[in-house]
């Protein structure tokens, strides 16, 4: 089951500029979770945030997240080429490990 | 750092055969997982194992089945595979802590193509 849907599908924006994705979920969670994926490769473990977080920062990227809109959004700033990837968010709920991935954003960072 | 590895990167079957996709992770954890991924359809979990010899049933587990008799392997196996298998596994490792506040850790993917 899917329970992230993540918002746009595909971003395409210049070298420098912010770059802004969504998720929303649909049921209670402990945390959420942003994982990147490189064209053809595993993902990559971004960032967590726990359901009684707000924000966190980790370098150039900033994730909020509200739980009362069941909704997070992950911001890239200044981003770079080598940030063209896709990313998912995906949740955790109840007491085992298990992650329900959203279907992904696709950024292409224009050089 | 973790390092979690899949047998192959490309693997090119026939309709029917019998098919191994291996998974091994280094830093003893506990907690290991099988997905595929398809386009537009994001991630699907198919199997996952709490820990050596335990394994649940994810979201699609129809037409798979796992084995877990090391606690640094994990394996997938198509006992008679169809095209519809066709796709991107990657396997994926976690330590188990209390509560799930941690992250998993992905191999680099095995693309399957049945024929």
């Known amino acids: 089951s899917q329970q992230g849907e993540e918002d746009p599908q595909a971003l395409s924006i210049q070298e420098g500029e912010n770059a802004t994705m969504n998720c929303s979920y649909k049921?209670?969670?402990?945390?959420l979770q942003w994982y990147r994926q490189n064209s053809g490769r595993g993902l990559v473990h971004l960032i967590l945030?726990?359901?009684?977080?707000r924000e966190k920062h980790s370098g150039r990227l900033r994730v909020t997240l509200d739980t009362s809109k069941k909704s997070s959004s992950l911001l890239i700033t200044a981003s770079r080429a080598a940030d063209t990837a896709s990313y998912f968010c995906?949740?955790?709920?109840?007491?085992?490990?298990?992650?329900?991935f959203g279907q992904g954003t696709t950024l292409q960072v224009k050089p | 750092d973790v390092k979690v590895t899949q047998s192959s990167r490309y693997l090119v079957k026939r309709t029917g055969e019998k098919v191994f996709l291996e998974c091994v992770q280094d830093?003893?954890?506990?907690?290991m997982f099988w997905y595929r991924q398809d386009p537009g359809l994001g991630l699907r979990l198919i199997y996952f194992?709490?820990?050596?010899?335990?394994?649940e049933k994810g979201d699609i587990p129809e037409g798979y089945s796992v084995s877990r008799e090391k606690k640094e392997r994990f394996s997938l196996i198509l006992e008679s595979a169809s095209t519809n298998q066709t796709s991107m596994y990657l396997c994926a490792s976690r330590a188990r802590l209390l509560p799930a506040y941690n992250e998993q850790f992905f191999g680099p993917g095995t693309r399957l193509t049945v024929l």
């Open positions: 945030i726990r359901s009684n977080e």
């Open positions: 194992s709490y820990d050596v010899k335990m394994k």
């Open positions: 049921t209670s969670i402990n945390n």
């Open positions: 995906a949740t955790n709920s109840g007491n085992t490990g298990k992650l329900i």
């Open positions: 830093m003893d954890h506990e907690n």
